[in-house]
């Protein structure tokens, strides 16, 4: 998860500075030093879900377990397998195709940074030497995998449902808050599915750079949740972004910023059976279940 963390670190100290200096200034082509952080944020991110994902697959399916679980194979991937296959064979039901398809969306942005993809870059020039809207052509040579084919815009180089750009110097501070908030909903979910340790986030370290980015703090070296953190990413966008992720990421926004509440559990017991019970929690569930997919 340190991957994540230094994502969201570069993110914070070096690309948000940049996008509130420029904030009358949201379209491209962006400062190099505000897409260039931004881009590496959305790298580290997505591989720090990759490990994540490899993680929760040692833990359950290659791990030895005593007594040995009822069906040894759970997961219908491998680790070796790409990101987005894992994402494509987790998320199954209905109502995870649209997360499922934004997730694969941060993947096919991740792939636009890491892989060359070359684009030409035309726009015009005003008489009042104001600039006009910049397109993009993929330049000969170039190829997009299908998996970006099958969700790029026609006539547009941004993705359909998150309108994240396919042209990495076009990646703003908000396109890559916009990763976050989605891969924050998908950890939750994942968590919630799986349980501790299996896929368990916990808390990361923060540096209070700019000051007061996290406002409920003033001092430095202290740990927040992710929900704390989408938070203040969420906060620190202008008015018109906010409405802009709010519209991009739909109705069920408020899945993406806020961690859901666990569910109430009534029981019978002494405070101490309750604390023993917090301090050696129930396995997860899902160890002595049926896999819902075919194995």
């Known amino acids: ?64 377990h005593d007594p040995p679980l009822p069906y040894p194979t759970y997961f219908n991937w491998k680790i070796r397998d790409s990101l987005s296959m894992k994402i494509e064979n987790l998320l199954i039901q209905k109502n995870e195709k649209r997360l499922k398809e934004q997730l694969i969306e941060l993947t096919v942005v991740r792939d636009s940074v890491a892989h060359p993809r070359l684009y030409l870059v035309k726009q015009a020039m005003r008489p009042d030497l104001s600039f006009g809207r910049a397109r993009a052509k993929l330049s000969l040579g170039a190829e997009l995998r299908r998996k970006a084919e099958m969700r790029k815009l026609k006539g547009s180089e941004r993705t359909k449902s998150l309108r994240l750009p396919l042209v990495s110097s076009w990646i703003s501070y908000s396109d890559a808050v916009i990763c976050f908030l989605v891969l924050h909903r998908f950890l939750n ?44 990413f969420f906060d620190s966008l202008s008015q018109d972004d906010q409405q802009r992720v709010k519209k991009r990421l739909g109705k069920d926004f408020c899945q993406y910023l806020h961690k859901p509440s666990p569910p109430l559990r009534y029981g019978k017991g002494t405070v101490t059976d309750i604390l023993r019970s917090m301090q050696n929690p129930l396995k997860p569930a899902f160890l002595k279940k049926a896999p819902p997919w075919p194995i």
């Open 1 to 64: 998860m340190g991957l994540i963390e230094h994502g969201l670190t570069t993110l914070q100290t070096r690309s948000f500075p940049i996008y509130q200096k420029n904030i009358t200034q949201r379209d491209p082509p962006f400062a190099s030093t505000e897409f260039t952080p931004a881009a590496i944020a959305i790298l580290l991110m997505s591989s720090g879900l990759d490990y994540h994902l490899a993680r929760l697959k040692w833990l359950r399916d290659v791990a030895p």
């Open 189 to 232: 979910l994942l968590e919630r599915k799986y349980g501790n340790p299996y896929a368990w986030v916990g808390r990361f370290y923060i540096r209070n750079e700019p000051a007061n980015f996290f406002s409920n703090t003033k001092k430095t070296g202290l740990s927040v949740s992710m929900e704390e953190w989408a938070k203040a």
